[in-house]
């Protein structure tokens, strides 16, 4: 594979992990102050709404619609173009997250009583009051995810991964020294703090790599900047769908947990944040790191070496995160306990967390394979495939949300209809990709066979291990043995994909 994707994934893996981790530990914290209850349900609720504008001002808008055009300017040696435009998108970003700030405001009451129709009483006051306070927040990581998108495409990845880590940062520190003072409202600050480390943090940064930027071009086009520039906004309006459908999902998913009972929401929420861990560790990082190199083929018009880096990330995803799906299922209980166990999360949230958690697992891979795709059309600079996937995946997630909450499965059915949902987007979006002209040949995938003969010995080795964990009991033992089982299971399927090197190569 390219080196300097290697070197760009290894940069945002290493970054991502610290963040990652410390993101955990925060929500480790969090658990140990507020269980898994109804207070801490009141701040999931509360928390979604400036966490959906985030989704719709944040990430997937500058990655996926602004980014990789400022990317194409700067490559073919329009630098002040890009650097216009670069502008452009802060001047965007500043009105929209203001007018969204002050929409937000008026109907807080109104979209919390959407989201959870199930809160009722003291809870649903603290959801609305929790929401007035959160609507900062939005303002704060609109603009701290627009200097991470314009590092990450300055080359930067490291800056970029590491970044969030002082949002966690922030958020433990607050409730460390003023949970006591404060109560329950020192979640909301707490976040509050976070966003604003997040930010200040890569200012610096942005600057010195802004100004550095030479500009080379000597004839400037401005009728054809404006041209790009409202052209990503055609884009960014289809992200702006994309993620409304994508988060609405959410918005019901939180809706329905409100109706299994009390406690449902913060198992999904507690079980999700593990099972991201992995997959920003090592998805993420390899999507957002293939990200440049392909919007370089698409400006090559390269689309066999295109379909081969698609297929060579698809297959990454599937080595790393299989086997880590296998042992999420094998081990819930333990996982959570080892995570989360302690001060106010007892058994009682121990087993609603858990079992959200075991069909949050299988969400894991199709989440992974849709970073990879989603990226892969953002660089062919059209949205309206994964819209219309993601409208075909809500629909049917919202159908089986309904349908399975009411079964034995209750929060666990809402994980597994998430993870249905997702593995309906893949399979579309891969088959659309024909329209492309990108193809792929069979020796693109001849390292999944070799993948899933790895996987029976080390799935009997983990089947041992959970026999033994039987007969154990306390944190120490659970610890000891999950970790070893851990490291192991690294090692071994590290060994499959150095195995397996020449076949992930990219054929050119």
Not at 89 to 114: E, K, N, Q, R
């Amino acid at each position: 594979m390219n080196k300097g994707i290697v070197k760009s994934g290894v940069f945002i893996s290493i970054g991502t992990l610290l963040s990652r981790l410390l993101g955990l530990l925060r929500e480790i914290v969090t658990a140990t102050y507020f269980g898994a209850g109804s207070t801490f349900d009141s701040f999931v609720v509360a928390f979604t709404i400036p966490n959906l504008f985030r989704r719709v001002l944040g990430e997937e808008m500058f990655e996926r619609a602004f980014m990789p055009r400022f990317k194409r300017l700067k490559e073919q040696g329009k630098t002040a173009s890009a650097k216009r435009f670069f502008l452009k998108i802060v001047f965007f970003t500043f009105l929209a997250s203001i007018l969204a700030c002050f929409l937000i405001y008026l109907f807080i009451p109104h979209l919390i009583h959407f989201i959870a129709p199930g809160l009722s009483g003291i809870s649903y006051n603290y959801a609305v009051s929790f929401a007035y306070k959160l609507v900062p927040f939005l303002f704060l990581i609109s603009f701290a995810t627009l200097l991470g998108a314009f590092l990450l495409f300055n080359g930067k990845p490291f800056l970029y991964a590491i970044a969030p880590a002082f949002m966690n940062v922030g958020t433990i520190l607050f409730l460390v020294f003023f949970y006591k003072k404060l109560g329950e409202v020192s979640i909301v600050y707490a976040y509050l703090t976070g966003a604003l480390l997040f930010l200040l943090i890569q200012v610096p940064f942005v600057f010195k790599v802004y100004f550095s930027l030479r500009i080379e071009e000597k004839n400037m086009d401005v009728a054809d900047e404006n041209r790009e520039f409202k052209s990503s906004l055609f884009e960014g309006v289809k992200i702006f769908f994309l993620s409304i459908v994508n988060k609405s999902v959410e918005i019901v998913d939180r809706l329905v947990a409100s109706l299994v009972g009390s406690g449902a929401i913060s198992s999904l929420w507690y079980s999700f944040r593990i099972i991201h861990l992995p997959f920003a560790f090592f998805s993420l990082a390899i999507s957002r790191a293939l990200a440049p190199e392909f919007s370089k083929l698409k400006g090559n018009k390269d689309n066999e070496t295109f379909g081969n880096l698609i297929a060579k990330g698809l297959l990454i995803n599937i080595a790393i995160l299989l086997p880590v799906t296998v042992f999420f299922l094998l081990f819930p209980k333990e996982v959570i306990a080892i995570f989360y166990k302690r001060g106010n999360f007892g058994t009682h949230s121990l087993l609603l967390t858990s079992k959200a958690f075991f069909y949050y697992a299988l969400v894991l891979l199709p989440m992974g394979m849709l970073a990879v795709l989603g990226r892969a059309y953002s660089s062919l600079e059209n949205n309206t495939y994964p819209l219309i996937a993601s409208v075909i995946g809500a629909i049917l997630n919202i159908i089986l949300d309904f349908a399975l909450y009411k079964t034995s499965l209750k929060q666990g059915g809402i994980a597994l209809a998430t993870a249905i949902s997702m593995l309906a987007q893949v399979v579309i979006l891969f088959i659309m990709l024909s329209k492309f002209d990108i193809k792929f040949k069979r020796n693109d995938f001849s390292g999944f066979y070799g993948i899933l003969l790895a996987l029976i010995p080390y799935t009997i080795f983990l089947f041992v291990l959970k026999y033994f964990l039987k007969s154990l009991n306390g944190f120490s033992f659970y610890a000891l043995f999950i970790g070893a089982g851990g490291v192991l299971s690294i090692l071994y399927f590290a060994g499959v994909i150095w195995h397996l090197k020449k076949k992930l190569q990219i054929q050119k």
